[in-house]
């Protein structure tokens, strides 16, 4: 069972997991700028594009 975990360990190295670090945090923050382009444009509509009554 050692020898498995030595393999592992041996097997990440320090480049490899600065790179899928990277690639964790350009995806989550990708999908937290999808997540609030809808509420993003919720908030900014009613100042750009204002409604005006007919009245």
Sequence with gaps: ??????????????????VTSLAVATGALAYAWYQG?????RLIKPWF???????
Excluded at 4 to 15: D, Q, V, Y
């Design 1 to 18: 069972m050692i020898p498995m975990f030595r393999g592992l360990a041996g097997a990440i190295t320090l480049p490899m997991v600065g």
């Design 37 to 41: 382009i809808p509420r993003f444009q």
């Design 49 to 55: 594009f204002p409604v005006i009554s007919p009245d």
